[in-house]
């Protein structure tokens, strides 16, 4: 909270440590009330081994210094809980590029995309079209990103993701060990998404 600039704190479910939900609540309770930022929950449990229920979201949310979350389950059937527990009191995101259409029909207000990092203008319009209340756009462009997003989670992310930005020109593919370039088989897969997504043409090879 102290470094010029930080505004606000993105803040992933405690790994490892597997915390009953009780627990959780309270961890995101002390982070809002002493870390001096407001808090966006970010609820992954495909990454972090546990996640938060629904009933829990409600209980942080009540903090003021809570403004938001990204979901990234990709579950709607937590989406709709959690909107039914926290109404619009509690910004939601996506954090699933597979899911995040669904989610804005169920309230989202945007996302926390790893497409976005290639392809920001398609999910910028994407959420766009669905605060317009234009779905059938919505629904052109979130069956458009399908393919890509596949092959950008091939791997662990962000594995893919370094190389598809390689591919364009934007970087090395040097990761951070354990990281390391994947697969010829995921090489091929996300040349022939980029191409398809329009962002990679023969001559950029």
Known sequence: ????GVNGALVVVPYYNKPSQAGLVRH???IAEEGGLPVVVYNVPGRAAVGLT???IALIAEHPNVLAIKEATGDMILA??????????LTVLSGDDFTTMPALSLGAKGCISVLSNLDPGTMSEMCAAASANAWDRALQLHMFIQPL?????????????????AMLGWCTEEMRPPLYPSSEDVRTRLRIALRTHGLLKSEDE
């Open 54 to 56: 629904a009933e829990s």
């Open 1 to 4: 909270a102290e470094i010029a």
């Open 80 to 89: 709709t809980r959690i909107r039914e527990l926290c109404g619009r009191n």
């Open 28 to 30: 995101y309770q002390a």
């Open 149 to 165: 997003c596949r092959a950008l989670f091939a791997d662990a992310n962000p594995v893919p993701l370094k190389m598809a930005a």
